[in-house]
T-cell receptor
Framework: NAGVTQTPKFQVLKTGQSMTLQCAQD?????MYWYRQDPGMGLRLIYY???????DKGEVPNGYNVSRLNKREFSLRLESAAPSQTSVYFC??????????FGQGTRLTVV | AQSVTQLGSHVSVSEGALVLLRCNYS??????LFWYVQYPNQGLQLLLK??????LVKGINGFEAEFKKSETSFHLTKPSAHMSDAAEYFC????????????????FGIGTKLQVIP
């Protein structure tokens, strides 16, 4: 049982480049999330998907887009990367009355 | 709207001493409350959770937390710190999914880094 799998684990981008962070969960959870973690700021919600076919903005959505491809997969896209998007990105999934399960994170550096 | 406040971004304790990490929350509905731990270069993993029922909840690695509705608090404690407890700890709150239409939005605090001094 892999839980939540994120790819890639590390990425360096140049300003203006685009990329997609992939996330897949094998726990049949309805809800999936993307967070970014920055020093002194904890985890901030970028986007979430309450169920397959729906997505909503979180606290810091600017510069990002998401796709809930199916129940298992929830991707995060940076269309034009900026240095301010240097961060560690975490994908998570939950089901009612349970805890959030997190991936191992993607360390993104934008130069 | 819900929010979480963790008092103290860094806490240092001596090995064997009491660990107390503070968390206060706000929520418009009865909350679910969680503590997560993050070790370096890893994702978050659940330490313990409160949903309903007994207000004192026990988690892994000897940690426990008490839900105090009157104080809107969910402080994390461990009687005796171990070197392996050095990590970052996050308090989180979510709406009761049974009251919020089945969807569970989770809000995290900024985290508290625990240092254990030998």
């Amino acid at each position: 049982n892999a839980g939540v799998t994120q790819t890639p684990k590390f990425q360096v981008l140049k300003t203006g480049q685009s990329m997609t962070l992939q996330c897949a969960q094998d726990m049949n959870h309805n809800s999936m999330y993307w967070y970014r973690q920055d020093p002194g700021m904890g985890l901030r919600l970028i986007y979430y998907s309450a169920s397959e076919g729906t997505t909503d903005k979180g606290e810091v959505p600017n510069g990002y887009n998401v796709s809930r491809l199916n129940k298992r997969e929830f991707s995060l896209r940076l269309e034009s990367a900026a240095p301010s998007q240097t961060s560690v990105y975490f994908c998570a999934s939950t089901e009612s009355n349970t805890e959030a399960f997190f991936g191992q994170g993607t360390r993104l550096t934008v130069v | 709207a819900q929010s979480v406040t963790q008092l103290g971004s860094h806490v240092s304790v001596s090995e064997g001493a009491l660990v107390l990490l503070r968390c206060n929350y706000s929520s418009s509905v009865p909350p679910y409350l969680f503590w997560y731990v993050q070790y370096p270069n890893q994702g978050l993993q659940l330490l313990l959770k409160y949903t309903t029922g007994a207000t004192l909840v026990k988690g892994i690695n000897g940690f426990e937390a008490e839900f105090k509705k009157s104080e809107t608090s969910f402080h994390l404690t461990k009687p005796s710190a171990h070197m392996s407890d050095a990590a970052e700890y996050f308090c989180a709150v979510s709406d009761n999914p049974h009251l919020s239409g089945g969807y569970q939005k989770v809000t995290f605090g900024i985290g508290t880094k625990l240092q254990v001094i030998p």
